[in-house]
């Protein structure tokens, strides 16, 4: 009942008239309640809710209801807080730092009580030989009142987001799901590419479905379950190996995260953040997720050609037939970024899809989203929404303690000195400072920490804004494929019974491009043509560059040109996708010449042993 209501608040939010600091202070108050409810405190008490739980939830009403029974008073006194104001502003932080710890882990809510502690230890750190980072420290009330009492900490911008953009988003995803759209999605897209006269059309079915089931996901994790649970029996009669099956679903299903319209929760805060419409960040999604799976796609056909993996049967219906059975839930697909081009707001938009999805549910009587049905989907976004906001809420903790002290900027000077103020090395130690991050805290606290404290050293150095941030958000995406701690290829391998650590490095190879385009668009001005910022000819110059790039680096990484490459045309591919990525002329002269060369030199080394070899066994 609690997450059926909490979907349905946020719902009335849409329409309704709610004081912006009432509405995230009783939002977070219903997530904290659920998260004691649904996470256990530990193994042992996975089936029951203890007392300490029911303490927790008293606790967290008592210390969330202040707030706005005090509410005339309440706001003006955070920087002078009296005894009640910091007793329940502790008792908030630790119910905070408790549900993210059982929501998402041990190491965010660590990392947010280390920046805690920065905050009151600063002058230590001059004592130590630590004079960049320390900072004249802060009393317990002062930080308590920047956390508990301000939209600069737990309410700041991160919870606002998980509370609207997130929460309805995640519902829409589940309404979508439960009126049959995911199910449609996977099917529609082996009807559309899975039918091949090799072992690359599964393959290429699990790309194009992780692609249209990530526009209503969000998330890589769930997006790489949902694809593995069905493509993967596919994938196994076409002979695919298990770590290799795994990579593409791991690699299609984090997709998700950059996917528009739903992407992930970072990009809703990248709007807030930038101070620009959630329009804006989905323009400039567009082709950077499209060069994403190009390179899924292109990796798996080298791969498949190379293996000479088997074709399989992907079903009786044909692409027009499933199109015209149940092409209507492309309808609310399509829905969000078309009204949100009418001029919409994101929130009305995704409501209104979300009623337009409910609405074609009842053209199939089997799908249809009967009481009971949609009283499960919006339990099932209720629910969804819990880590986000326990994550949210702790990412606000240590943005709070970051403006507080001014860490961000310190951090900042220090990347760009360490760089010597280059351009290059400046990005280059930036991209490694947030995929560092991300190996230890979820992908939306990471790109919300880099955000303050990263992107200014970019901006320093001559990076465009939208260009740090967008760059910040795509490696904090990445993250979540990259060794040692990679989530999606954990939960693919599980699936396939693939081996946990090729599993990932496979997946690495296969996203390998989405780890270079970011370094087109804050490296060059043309190179901003990727989020579609510039003239028309910087776009198209751009993009088409970075395609040739995509398949260059598939030549390279995938082992096959025409026929099977060499080490050496694999070494001059790679070399050119790398150089192909930097929008420039001389650059994309120089990556022309060395992919040209490979091309050359494979088709003419042995032609009749690639003659024989592009169509295998």
């Not at 002078?80 to 905070?96: H, S």
């Not at 690359?200 to 649970?229: E, H, M």
């Not at 303690?401 to 290059?424: H, N």
Request: charged residues 10%.
């Amino acid at each position: 009942m609690l997450a059926v209501g909490l979907s349905l608040y946020a719902l009335y939010w849409v329409l309704g008239i709610v004081q912006p600091f009432v509405y995230r202070v009783t939002f977070l108050l219903l997530t904290l309640i659920l998260s004691f409810l649904f996470y256990p405190a530990g193994d042992r008490d996975r089936n029951r809710v203890t007392v300490v739980d029911w303490a927790l939830i008293l606790a967290t009403i008592i210390a969330l209801a202040w707030p706005i029974v005090d509410f005339e008073d309440f706001i003006y006194r955070s920087v002078d807080p009296d005894g009640i104001d910091i007793a329940l502003g502790i008792v908030t932080i630790v119910a905070v730092l408790e549900a993210t710890r059982r929501t998402t882990g041990l190491i965010l809510p660590t990392t947010a009580a280390c920046f805690l502690a920065y905050a009151f230890y600063g002058p230590l750190l001059d004592l130590v030989g630590l004079r960049v980072l320390a900072h004249r420290g802060y009393d317990p009330a002062r930080i308590v009142g920047t956390s508990y009492m301000t939209l600069e900490g737990i309410f700041g911008v991160p919870l606002d987001v998980a509370a609207t953009y997130i929460v309805l988003f995640s519902l829409y995803g589940a309404i979508l799901t439960a009126s049959g759209a995911g199910q449609f999605f996977l099917d529609w897209a082996m009807a559309a590419v899975g039918r091949s006269g090799r072992g690359a059309g599964p393959g290429r079915a699990v790309t194009v479905a992780g692609l249209l089931l990530g526009t209503i996901s969000g998330s890589g994790v769930a997006n790489t379950v949902t694809l593995g649970s069905v493509a993967w029996p596919l994938l196994r009669r076409a002979q695919y190996p298990p770590d290799t099956a795994g990579a593409i679903l791991s690699a299609a299903g984090i997709g998700a995260i950059i996917c528009p319209p739903a992407l992930g929760a970072a990009a809703f805060i990248i709007a807030e953040f930038l101070r620009i419409s959630y329009l804006q960040v989905l323009i400039m999604a567009v082709i950077p997720a499209l060069l994403y799976f190009a390179s899924i796609f292109l990796m798996i056909e080298a791969d498949t050609r190379r293996a000479a993996l088997r074709p399989v049967d992907v079903g009786p219906l044909s692409l027009w037939q499933l199109t015209r059975r149940s092409g209507y839930h492309f309808v609310a697909l399509i829905g969000v970024p078309a009204m949100l081009l009418l001029g919409m707001t994101a929130f009305r938009a995704v409501f209104y899809a979300m009623v337009m999805a409910f609405v074609l549910s009842f053209v199939d009587r089997a799908n249809a989203l009967t009481p009971r049905r949609l009283l499960r989907a919006l339990y099932t976004g209720g629910r969804s929404v819990l880590p986000v906001a326990a994550t949210t809420a702790t990412a606000g903790i240590i943005v709070g303690t970051v403006t507080l002290t001014g860490l961000g900027l310190k951090i900042a000077g220090f990347i760009v000195a360490l760089a010597g103020g280059q351009l290059f090395l400046t990005v280059l130690y930036s991209a490694g400072a947030v995929l560092m991050l991300g190996l230890a805290v979820p992908v939306t606290a990471s790109y919300i920490i880099a955000a303050v404290m990263v992107a200014p050293a970019m901006t320093q150095v001559g990076v465009p804004e939208l260009a740090a941030h967008m760059f910040i958000f795509y490696y904090a995406v990445l993250s979540e494929v990259s060794p040692p701690t990679a989530l999606s290829p954990f939960a693919a391998a599980a699936i396939t019974g693939g081996r946990a650590f090729p599993t990932m490095m496979l997946t690495w190879k296969y996203t390998l491009p989405a780890f270079v385009f970011p370094f087109a668009f804050t490296l060059s001005a043309q190179g901003m043509g990727l989020l579609m910022q510039g003239s028309a000819a910087d776009i198209a110059i751009s993009t088409a560059s970075a395609l040739v790039g995509i398949l260059a680096l598939a030549a390279g990484l995938g082992g096959w040109i025409r026929g099977p490459a060499s080490s050496v045309e694999r070494a001059l591919a790679t070399a050119g996708g790398l150089l192909l990525f930097y929008a420039g002329t001389w650059s994309d002269a120089a990556g022309l010449g060395l992919f040209g060369t490979a091309i050359v030199l494979n088709v003419f080394r042995t032609p009749s042993a690639i003659r024989g070899a592009v169509e295998p066994t």
